[in-house]
Every structure is written in structure tokens, then in C-alpha cells.
């Protein structure tokens, strides 16, 4: 494939790396310590061996990665953008993975995300219900932004811009730099505080069920065009469709007057977009472009999502445009601001006490407020998820004469709450159940959702099939039904693994709910979040807006023992006399695939009577000697050779299949005809279109841990090579070794970082901002 040309800025030689600065990678990991168990092998033999027996050396093991090509692996995004792909991690076509693809390759995944940058978006143009009310909400925005401002006594323009745009930029560098109080800004009466739902008012407009997305129609004409426009400036013909379905059937003529548009396309590299603006623009091409300065600002904040962050702080943006070989930041910022691109934000006014006598000495020690940028798809997301949440918690729950029975404590704070929040492991999960059963039994209409079809499954084992969705299922028309507004025929929703949920689902999750329906969000706090951007759960705990039930059910177990203690920051030695728990050391990377396949092929099967095709292997990364391509190549060879001749795959091979970023399902591979390939999933037949194999489907022997997550196994091979020390954190100890339902097996590599990042490292804190905009909307719980 032609690669698109590379290099630094414009007329620079500015460091490219420095790109973290804004969105500082997160450390993405598993620490822990070495829990001794009944029947380890310290020597680093097999573990599953009964004493003093040698563990038998797999034939199919010559062929697994040798030590001696073992490189640094990737370390795990927040969200990994492989489930888009189905690798790529919460951007999902992870970015920090180092995926063998280049960004321009036709068939490179999207960015996930988890996550946050939901490529799938960008392809779908036709304009749903929810997007609409989303739509109107911004344009209320600007008109009560509009009506402030108005008020406001008249602010010194800046020197390139006029009128409304320069007030706000000037406002925004005066209380930045500390030189004004941030309450200087808003003279005039105090305005009122949002007034929260009345209990009685019209009904609004509610989504309905979301269609499934159609591919854009895009005219041969228009292809072609873009095809001419994208070989004059050396980029790759194959990205015309991608191009198209970006930024439409004008895309030519937008990339002729603006190349750095081409920044808008999923997977396009800053330095690959001056490459191309070189080429078309030839000397008039600089590095102070407005047009690439713009393209720049919006790029970053599209990363920042795919990392977790629903906005930044301009100062942070203007560290990563400096990096980028921008001469002037702080005038790109404003610009971005003045064209629409970003939003600005400052959350945290409306809280400041009143200004005392002593106001101008306050105000020369105040400290600069903090402002944040923003994209406006995640900014109305997250306004219309904290109205939504707020309408639910004011508006009276529907009782309908229902009388609940006896519960728990989760089940009397559901019957008199309209939102409630519930924290637990995994034997938490039918406590939030209970709810649903309880309600059912009182005569209202009740629903549980999971984030996955593993967690739908076991949401049904405990209250019936027929009241247990998955949440994209209850989202895309499964389930109760709509009533006449479009909203969910429910008045009772719990909604397990609530973690996951990223701000947009959420906010649509939210709005389809009618007024009077209790929500239960109900999650484990200590297990990786979202692949998508925002950290809704954990903000609303934050809150403290509602009534928060935290589980005092402990997972049973020497695994759930030992899954607990990690939760709270100690990596304890659990008693496992039935060998639950296993620990099997590895001196390389080469050894770690070693007894990776040993453990899967043989040792587990014989010595605990699991059989492979329930044993999942879980790993810190997709890259390095012992990620998951290499362990997944290993494990191919042994469990299932083959020619590959379904595009890569065999009939039998395990397979991951990302159905849309940030969601990965697990299946058999069946068979394939013309229409692609077939997997069977648990039993529920599954087709992947021909032209997303190679883009969404990898074999799954092996997962990372956030595509890992929502699902359990009867038995967990959590691989901790020592190249992946530096990806490991105690959330993803957490989520992988807790994956496990009877038996874990860790092949541990990594020696002191495993009880240091289980004691040390956090995941890295996401910027959001649903905290505050629900302070904004209702009291505090006390």
C-alpha cells in the first residue's frame, strides 16, 4: 500500500512525541504479588502437576515465540481499541498498541471508544431521534449563552477577532492567568439556579428505537474525485471510501480547500496530514496555518476521547500544539474557540462563595480557574446525561398502588428512589437482580441489562430470560417495548456492569427512560472503565447525588478471596487446597507462551477437568512476545492448525469479534460463503460481513483484559510477561484475575511489579465533567 508521507510539521523538526501531553497515556496493568499455593513449583514447572510429577513437555510448543525476540508489548490503553477491531482497545484500534498496520491503511481499525471515538459515528449520517434532541439541546445552550452574555458588561476585544467570540477569549485568558476573579465576568443579578424537573410538566420528546445504521450512499463521481485529490497529495486510494463517508459527498472539494481536514478521518496522523497538505499546497504550506491549527486542536481533543477524557484543559492543549510545532498556541486556541470547534468550559464557577468585604484581596490571591475544551458531541452528551439523571431523582416514582415485598437494603432504597447507585463484586450481581424480581412481584414493569451477552446470561440464570437484555440490545429495540413518547416501557431498570457505560450510551440509555422509572446502575468500582469516553458510574458515586448501596456479599471462593484483597490495594496468599489458585513463574517472554499453551493443551484439562474451549488466556497488551497475537498464534498451532483459509481462519478456531468499538463477543468459527464468515457464539449464530474480517475479527484464545471484560470463565490464564511491568495497574490485576469463575493460573513474569501496582498504581484519572454539572442540578446527598 502506498504510504502517505511522513514527517514533522510544516517547515519543523519539532518532536512528534510529545503528543501525551495532552492525554497522558494511562498505565494500564496488573500488579500483584505472588500468592503462594498448595502445589506451586517454584522451580517454574507446571503448578497443575500432583507432587513430585514432571509436567510433560508439549510437542506443540517448539513453536512458540522464541525469548530472545522479545520486545517491549504494548501497554493497555484505558479502552482498548481492539474491540472495535477486534483489537484495538477503547479507541479501539489501539493507538498504544502498535499495531503492525499504518494509521492510513484502508483496513485499519477505528478508534474505540472504549470508548470514547466511536468510528461507527462518523458512517452513519443519517440523524437519529436521540441525536436530534442532543442537537437541541445545544442550540438552548447557545441561546442562553447568548442571553448571558448580553448582561455582561463589554470585555476588551482581542486584537484578530470582533465582537461576541472576542469577549469570551479575552475572559477566558483574564481568568486564566489569574489576573480576574472568574465571578469578574458575571456582573449583574446572580442567575438562578437550574431549576430541577417538576413533578408534572408535558411530556418530552423521547428517542426511539434506533434503527440499525446505514452505509452512506456515496456516488462513483464522488469517490473518484477523492480518489484524484488523495494521489496528488500522495495518500493511499484506498481511503477514499473512508474519506467519503467522513466528511461526505463534497469531500474533494473540502480536502482541496483544507487538507488538514483529512485529520478528521479515523486512524490519520498529524504528521501523515502535513504531508499531504505539503504536497497539494507546495510553499504556501506553513506550520502557523489557521486551517491546520483548527485541525489540530479538534484532532487532539478526538484523542483525548479515545483515551477516556471527555475534555481538557486548555492549558494542556496548548502544551500538545506547541509540541506540534505550532508558533502560537495560545491564538490556535482561540481560534478553534472562535470557529466552533471546541467549546469552553468552567464548571466550577457557579459554586464560588460570595465575594466578601476583603474582595479585592480575595481576588488577588485567587487562583486561576481552571478552563476545559471540550468537543460539543461529548459536551451535550454529558449535559444531557446529568438533566436525565436529574429528572429521574425529581420526578416521583410510579407506584401504581404496587406494594414491594420484603428485601434488602438495595431493594428498599430502589422502591423510594428514583436513581440508585449499587457497588459489589460479582456475587453483588444478584442482589441487583433481586430488585428485578422483587418489582416484577409488586406489579411493575421490571428489566435487568448487562454490558455483554456472558453477563445477559448470567443476568437470566437469576431472573428469568425474558426480563434480562443486553444494554445495546434494550438500545437498538429488544425488550418492553416503547410506549407512545418513544421512551422504554419500563418502570423498574437495573442495569449490571454499569462501569462500562461511557457517556453517550449512557445519556441514551437515560433519555429512552420515561419519567417516574426508578434506574438502578449498578457496577463494580474496581474493574477497568469504559472503553468509551466519560467514567459515568464513578462520577456519579463521586457525586453523592442519590443513594449509593454498597454490597457486603463476598465473592466465595480462594479466587474470590484473592480477587477481593486486590480491590483494596493487598495482593494476599489465598489457602487453595483444590489448586484454584496456581501460580507458575517464567523467566522471559518465550517461556510465558511456553506455559501458556502447556497450561491450556494439557496441564488444566488433566488437572482440574477444564477443557480448552473454557479456558480463557488474558493478557496485558496485543504487541510484544507475549500479547495476544503471539500467545494467539501459539495457541492455534496447538489446539487447532490449519491453513487459514477463511481469510486467516479454520473451522473450530476461537475467535473475538468486535460487533461495534468497545463490545467483544467470543464464538466458534462455523464456516463461510459468499457473505463472510460464520461464528457461533454461545449458541446464537453470528454472520461477520466478508468486508470486516480482517478488521474486526482476531483469533480469542487470548484477550486483553478490557475486551475481557463482562465475561467469565470457568478457568483464567492471566499472562504477566516481564516487558509488560510497566502496562500493569491494580484495575487490571482486578479485572483479569477476576475473570475467573473455578481456577486461575498465572504465569507471572513481572517478579515485585505485581504487589506494587497492586498497591501503588491507580488507572489514570480521566477529565470529565458530569461531576460538577450534577452539583449544578442537585443538592448533595447527605
Known sequence: ????????????????????????????????????????????????????????????????????????????????????????ETGTADATAGEESGPFDATAEEPEPTAGSEAADAKAPEVSDAAAELAAQRELRARIEQRKAEKEAPIPAGTKLSGQAADLLAAVRAVESGEKSGTAFFGGPTPAPRRPAPAQQSAPVRPRAPEPAQAPATSAEALASVRAVLTRGGAPEALAAQVT???????????????????????????????????????????????????????????????????????????????RSVPDPDEAVQQAIAEGVVLVFQDGLADEPEPSEDAEDAEESAEPVEVLLGLDRYALAEESLADGLARLLNSPVREDGSVWPEGGELVRAVAGSGLVAHTGGEAARAESAAVVTAAAAAGLRAAGAAHTADGQRRLAQLTGPLAAFTVAGLLSGEGPGRDADGALALDVLVVQDATQLDVETAAMLVESLPDGCRLVLSGDPGVLGPAGAGLVFHDLLAARVCPVVASRLPDPGPVGELVSGIGIGELNQVEAPGKEVVIIPVRDAGEAVHRCVQ?????????????????????????????????????????????????????????????????????????????????????????????????????????????????????????????AAQGLTRAWVYTAFGRAERHLSVVHGVDQALPRAVAEILPAPRTTRLTPLLHGLLKTAE
Not at 491453513?643 to 475467535?655: E, I, T, Y
Request: one cysteine or more; charged letters at 20%; aromatic letters at 2%.
Open 599 to 723: 497450561l491450556l493443551a494439557d496441564s488444566i484439562p488433566r488437572a482440574i477437568g477444564i477443557p480448552p474451549e473454557q479456558t480463557q488466556v488474558v493478557t496485558v497488551g496485543h504487541g510484544g512476545s507475549a500479547g495476544t497475537r503471539a500467545l494467539n498464534a501459539a495457541l492455534k498451532q496447538r489446539l487447532n492448525p490449519g491453513p487459514g483459509r477463511f481469510g486467516g481462519f479454520d473451522p473450530a478456531d476461537k475467535v473475538a469479534y468486535a460487533e461495534v468499538p468497545g463490545r467483544t463477543v467470543t464464538g466458534t468459527v462455523v464456516g463461510a460463503d459468499a457473505e463472510g464468515l460464520r461464528i457461533d457464539c454461545a449458541g446464537t449464530p453470528v454472520l461477520v460481513p466478508k468486508e470486516r474480517v480482517e478488521s474486526a475479527l482476531r483469533h480469542g484464545w487470548a484477550l486483553t483484559a478490557h475486551q475481557a471484560v463482562g465475561m467469565r470463565w470457568p478457568a483464567v490464564v492471566a499472562v504477566l510477561p516481564g516487558d
Open 1 to 88: 500500500m502506498t504510504a502517505l508521507p511522513q514527517g514533522s510539521a510544516p517547515g519543523s523538526t519539532a518532536d512528534e512525541s510529545a503528543e501525551a501531553e495532552v492525554a497522558p497515556e494511562p498505565a494500564q496493568g496488573i500488579a500483584a504479588g505472588d500468592p503462594a499455593v498448595d502445589g506451586a513449583d517454584g522451580g517454574g514447572g507446571s503448578e497443575m502437576a500432583s507432587a513430585g510429577e514432571p509436567e510433560p513437555e508439549s510437542p506443540g510448543d517448539s513453536g512458540t515465540p522464541d525469548a530472545s525476540a522479545s520486545s517491549e508489548p504494548e501497554a493497555e490503553p484505558e479502552a482498548e481499541p481492539e474491540d472495535a477491531q477486534p483489537d484495538g
Open 245 to 323: 463517508g467522513t466528511l461526505g459527498e463534497q469531500a474533494a472539494e473540502r480536502l482541496g480547500a483544507d487538507p488538514w481536514q483529512l485529520l478528521a478521518v479515523p486512524g490519520v496522523r498529524p504528521e501523515q496530514a502535513d504531508g499531504f497538505a505539503r504536497a497539494l499546497l507546495g510553499a504556501e504550506c506553513r506550520p502557523d496555518d489557521e486551517r491546520r491549527a483548527a485541525a489540530l486542536v479538534g484532532w487532539l481533543l478526538e484523542q483525548a476521547a479515545v483515551q477516556g477524557h471527555t475534555a481538557l484543559t486548555a492549558e494542556d492543549v496548548r502544551k500538545a500544539l506547541a509540541a
